[in-house]
């Protein structure tokens, strides 16, 4: 297994793996570890398949249900279709799936959920041959340049979630009846610590709309503030995906946002994963 990095303030590409077999109980340690380290995992020239994907994302715990089909049908499935291709194999048009476009914003996956996700696990099949990049920067890397004064000012302090709030930004129609039924606005804390490492970072993104005790307009500029230092544009890794990619983030600790692509021209089809977080996240001082 060789580990090199990608980026100055985070990230490593792993080699010498092969994610379609049974990964053994030492490399899978080396694997865990590295995650709660680097906080993202390139993994390149992968043969996945969704039985394969849905195994190794099962060793590092409990998987949440995609978000978008449980909460609009009840349907209840652990893999997430990202791009424009639909179950047939055939090319759906961005229009159709409007709500997408909110990934383009810097966002924490499931920190809309009460316990919210632990890892992405993201397995690239088709891609566009131009754009449809994805951005990732880290928060860990951001709570340490801050000064003492925003320091104190956000230790302690709690952050309202809501993902009607952010897809809404999109448009209106961009959330189903479903989702507004049974999607609520949830708690978190707004500095969060690494179990593993001990390192704190920032937990903001476009799904927070307020802050406990803080003023709404106060709140709204703190949390531009604090996004624009995490995805300073020297701090961001801008992934250029290829077929066989398998990326895994931190979503306790990173940020991360799409990029748009021409969806009439290219195809571009990537299946998730995601692995539930232990705890909610303003239950205990250290969570995961």
């Given at each position: 297994m060789i580990i090199e990095s990608i980026h100055a303030e985070f990230g490593?590409?792993?080699?010498g793996v092969d994610l379609s077999r049974p990964l053994d109980d030492e490399e899978f340690a080396r694997i865990d570890l590295a995650i709660n380290q680097y906080s993202l995992l390139?993994?390149?020239?992968?043969?996945?398949?969704?039985?394969?994907?849905?195994?190794?994302?099962?060793?590092f715990g409990q998987l949440e249900e995609e978000h978008v089909s449980y909460y609009s049908s009840g349907e209840v499935t652990y893999i997430g279709h990202i791009g424009n291709i639909d179950a047939d194999g055939n090319m759906?048009?961005?229009?159709?799936i409007k709500s997408s476009t909110g990934n383009e914003m810097w966002h924490s996956d499931s920190s809309f959920r009460e316990i919210p996700a632990m890892y992405s696990i993201l397995c690239a099949?088709?891609?566009?041959?131009?754009?449809?990049?994805?951005?990732?920067?880290?928060a860990r890397a951001a709570y340490q340049r801050l000064d003492q004064a925003i320091r104190d000012r956000i230790d302690g302090r709690v952050g309202i979630h809501d993902y009607i709030y952010s897809r809404?930004?999109?448009?209106?129609?961009?959330?189903?009846?479903?989702?507004?039924?049974?999607?609520?606005?949830?708690?978190?804390?707004?500095?969060?610590?690494?179990?593993v490492t001990g390192e704190k970072n920032v937990f903001v993104g476009s799904h927070v709309k307020q802050i406990e005790g803080m003023a709404d307009d106060e709140a709204k500029a703190l949390i531009e503030q604090l996004i624009?230092?995490?995805?300073?544009?020297?701090?961001?890794?801008?992934?250029r995906w290829r077929a066989g990619d398998v990326v895994i983030w931190d979503n306790?600790?990173?940020?991360?946002?799409?990029?748009?692509?021409?969806?009439?021209?290219y195809r571009r089809r990537m299946h998730q994963t995601r692995v539930r977080g232990i705890c909610p996240s303003i239950a205990e001082p250290l969570d995961s």
């Open positions: 490593v590409r792993i080699s390139l993994f390149e020239y992968q043969q996945m398949n969704d039985d394969r994907h849905l195994e190794f994302s099962h060793r759906i048009s961005a229009r159709q099949y088709e891609v566009p041959a131009e754009a449809g990049e994805t951005e990732f920067a880290s809404t930004k999109v448009g209106e129609d961009a959330v189903t009846q479903g989702q507004r039924t049974y999607m609520h606005p949830v708690r978190q804390r707004l500095v969060r610590q690494n179990p624009k230092e995490i995805a300073r544009p020297q701090s961001v890794y801008r992934h306790r600790c990173t940020l991360h946002r799409g990029c748009g692509y021409d969806d009439e021209k």
